[in-house]
Each structure stands twice: as C-alpha cells, then as structure tokens.
C-alpha cells in the first residue's frame, strides 16, 4: 500500500473478493480506468499536441466541443468496446448512442459518460475529470425492444464518478 492509501487497482481487486459474479464489471471499472489514465495523458499534453481552441462543433448539451472532448470520447470509446461487457455506450459528445462494434462481444452492460467533464475550462487551468455510470441492460422482450435508460437505481457504479486531471 502506498503510504496507507488505496489505490483504485486496489479497491478494484478487494471489491471483486467480496462480489458473486461481478468479475464483469469489474473488469468494466478496470476498462474505464485504463481509458481515465490515458485521458489523463491528453489533457497533459493538451496544449503541446495542438489540441486547444473549438472544433466548430456545438455537443448534445448545446456547449462548443473542444478537440480533447473529441479525442477522449474516442479514448473511452476504444478502450471499452471490446471487452464484452458492453451493451452500448452514450456519450455526451455524440448525438446517438454508440454501438457495439459487430466483431466484439456484447455484455450485459450500459455505460453512459461525459469523458471531459469542464473542458471548457482548459484553457483557465481548472480541474476536468470524467463522469461514468455502469448500468445494467434492460431486459428486451422478444416481440419488443427496450428503450435504452440507465436509472440510479440500476446504476451498478457511482452515478458520478470523478476521475480528475489538471491541464499543464
């Protein structure tokens, strides 16, 4: 343990002793992670890589996308779409959720995210992060198709979950 804290690999591994059949979302959170730290890396590099200014692109939410919205959507995207845990992912940056890629297993699993989360404040050295909810799939009848909803009650993660990163 690093000078008694939990690092979140940690509390990862602790919580999958104690839960039956969570190892899928488990390794889901582990995903995310991943997707948190390299997230982490673009906002560092933000400015280096050319990556400041607007798109031209206004989001779902109605605010001016920014090319680091751009590049972590694509981030979360590509690092949780191939494990099979995933039924589908919506973004805050996109305007129709995103389907699983046919040449990957489905899960049971919806994540709903905002992968830069205060990305207009980049340019002001403020604190972003990003916001995720793990929710179970519904259930689809046969005959009928299930609108896509992840309510807090079925939320299996934090509804919001912050990871943060400052820019440099």
């Not at 997230?39 to 200014?53: E, K, P, S």
């Not at 981030?75 to 990957?104: F, H, K, N, R, T």
């Amino acid at each position: 343990m690093l000078h008694g804290r939990t690092t979140l690999s940690k509390f990862i591994i602790e919580e999958q002793r104690k839960l039956e059949g969570g190892a899928e979302l488990i390794a889901l959170v582990n995903d995310i992670q991943t997707a948190c730290k390299y997230i982490g890396t673009a906002v560092a590099r933000g400015a280096l890589a050319g990556a400041r200014g607007s798109t031209g692109v206004v989001n779902v939410q109605g605010e001016d996308q920014k090319p680091l919205d751009v590049i972590a959507n694509d981030i979360m995207l590509d690092s949780c779409d191939w494990g099979g845990y995933l039924a589908g992912m919506v973004s805050e940056e996109m305007e129709a959720p995103y389907p699983i890629p046919a040449q990957y297993p489905r899960g049971r699993y919806l994540l709903v995210f905002d992968p830069l989360d205060g990305s207009s404040n980049l340019d002001v050295n403020v604190t972003v992060g990003t916001i995720f909810s793990c929710c179970a799939r519904p259930r689809a009848s046969p005959t009928r198709r299930s609108r896509t909803s992840c309510s807090r009650e079925r939320s299996r993660c934090a509804p919001a979950t912050r990871s943060t990163a400052r820019p440099r």
